[in-house]
């Protein structure tokens, strides 16, 4: 019995019987965890076969079991040579302990071992040392080995591994009836397997050709923030807003026990940027899941290279604006500010307040210099780096039941649901990146798109903020007109975007250049 395996492994460890025993050899069974079964689609019936040609055996004398279980991985490794002579004399001496019929031999010996015999009990190592396996065969030894290695080609030849040879008689007869209980007990009609197996293998296949994202509901704060008293608690359920604001000055009150301020202002600066990912396009190119959102391969690449460029834009613009530079200018007034509440006995004088500067600092450096955190306030979508393959068959066929389930042909989708609702259960397996190219090419349109939505939209006196192609140039300014009447006028050679600056100096910009526009009236 083993937990991991391949077919090159199983074959080479019946080739190596045969050959030993040859006529002597009275049966091959073997029992391998159903998880790793379903994920190699195997036909039993073919490996029978195999095995059959290999070793001169009837099929009722081979059997290959996967063993199943729901909650639980099949994970021992454990092989036995059993003499009909063992399985007689013990029989015979314990004639109640064991009713089954018998199993003269199950898998395996191991290849290129070095034995340390201490009387009937010997531990394996690594090494080439066949010869000692063959005086087995030579003796017609019973033995059980229970080791570390699995049943592939790594286990047998390539690893470290160690295992616990016994030749006691009783020992190997318990093991042989806990073989016959688990083969009994826990395998399950092939039937079973292989329609379990095809909705595993088309769960793993079509989410493999996709990633998951996650979307959080909560933004990222810059706000300084203090614990207020509790003689202020009590004064400002009675205070009116007029008296706290004077009271306060550019704090804000917040559910009545703390006060908050955002010194930088770095909010608007987010708030007013272009943001890369418009949410139609989660809408249509992506589908929900109990892991979050579907999104496939190609369409995600798309998605984390114009994230990319934007967080290269963020970091530009924040260098530019010297928010990491001037913190000490900021810490000077907001320490200046804790002392003056604390006196006047506005907030408490407790750890967080102590340390609240500190903490705020430590905050805004963080956002400001940590990508990951630029990329979340440029969309609220986070890639979570989990595959198929990582995820154990329940919650692949879970996953794949609730898409299919949610995704129905009898409703109207579009995009990727569209396509989803549209397969045939059967046809997941066979599924490929290609499958999605159609709508690739629309999400790529969607973007660009969306870059330059406010450009035909914009009116004279409004206020924008574009960036360009070029050097990651960010420029905000005032539109006047533009040197066409329409953006597309094929009589204009380059249509040029006419606007004032912060200086009140008009300048022009060539379409050409522009990546992204957005309005900010």
Not at 101 to 124: G, P, T
Request: glycine content about 2%.
């Amino acid at each position: 019995m083993t937990c991991y395996f391949n077919q090159d492994s199983i074959k080479r460890i019946a080739s190596l019987l045969s050959d030993e025993l040859g006529p002597n050899l009275r049966g091959f069974h073997l029992l391998v965890d159903g998880s790793e079964w379903l994920r190699r689609v195997l036909d039993e019936n073919e490996i029978t076969l195999e095995i059959s040609r290999i070793t001169n055996l009837n099929l009722s004398q081979i059997s290959i079991k996967p063993v199943f279980s729901t909650t639980k991985l099949f994970h021992p490794k454990a092989y036995a040579l059993i003499s009909e002579s063992l399985i007689k004399d013990y029989s015979e001496k314990y004639p109640n302990s064991d009713k089954e019929s018998s199993i003269e031999l199950f898998s395996k010996v191991f290849l290129q071992l070095e034995l340390a015999q201490a009387k009937n009990i010997y531990f394996v190592i690594q090494g080439p040392l066949l010869s000692a396996c063959k005086s087995f065969f030579q003796h017609r030894n019973s033995f059980l080995i229970i080791t570390s290695g699995n049943l592939t080609e790594a286990g047998l030849e390539k690893n470290i591994e160690i295992g616990y040879v016994c030749r006691h008689a009783i020992e190997i007869s318990q093991f042989r009836k806990a073989f016959l209980e688990l083969q009994e007990s826990n395998s399950v009609p092939l039937k079973s397997f292989v329609e379990k197996q095809q909705k595993v293998n088309s769960s793993e296949k079509f989410l493999s050709l996709g990633v998951f994202y996650h979307r959080w509901e909560k933004s990222i704060d810059f706000r300084f923030r203090l614990n207020l008293s509790e003689s202020e608690i009590r004064r400002l359920r009675q205070q009116s807003e007029e008296v706290n604001a004077e009271r306060y000055g550019d704090y804000k009150p917040e559910t009545r026990r703390s006060l908050s301020i955002d010194p930088i202002n770095i909010r608007q600066f987010f708030d007013e940027y272009p943001k890369p990912i418009p949410d139609q396009l989660w809408g249509s190119y992506s589908i929900e899941t109990l892991l979050g959102q579907w999104v496939p391969n190609k369409i995600s690449e798309l998605i984390e290279e114009e994230l990319e460029y934007s967080v290269e834009q963020y970091l530009k613009a924040i260098n530019e604006l010297g928010v990491v530079q001037k913190l000490d200018e900021y810490k000077k007034k907001l320490f200046s500010d804790v002392e003056d509440l604390k006196n006047r006995d506005i907030i408490a004088v407790d750890r967080n307040n102590t340390t609240a500067v500190e903490s705020w600092e430590r905050k805004i450096k963080n956002i400001c210099e940590n990508r990951l955190f630029i990329k979340l306030l440029v969309c609220k979508y986070e890639k979570i780096n989990i595959s198929s393959a990582q995820l154990d068959e329940e919650t692949l066929s879970t996953l794949f039941e609730r898409v299919r389930e949610f995704h129905t042909p009898f409703f109207q989708y579009k995009g990727v649901a569209k396509l989803v609702s549209e397969l045939e259960e059967t046809d997941f397996a066979s599924l490929s990146s290609q499958y999605f190219d159609e709508l690739y090419l629309k999400a790529s349109q969607l973007i660009e798109s969306h870059r330059i939505r406010g450009l035909k939209k914009i009116e004279p006196d409004e206020e924008f903020i574009a960036t360009c192609h070029s050097e990651f140039k960010i420029i905000k300014g005032t539109f006047k007109k533009t040197s066409s009447e329409l953006i597309s006028s094929e009589s204009v050679e380059e249509p040029v975007l006419i606007y004032v600056d912060d200086c009140n100096v008009e300048r022009e910009l060539p379409y050409r250049l522009i990546r992204t526009f957005r309005r900010l009236t």
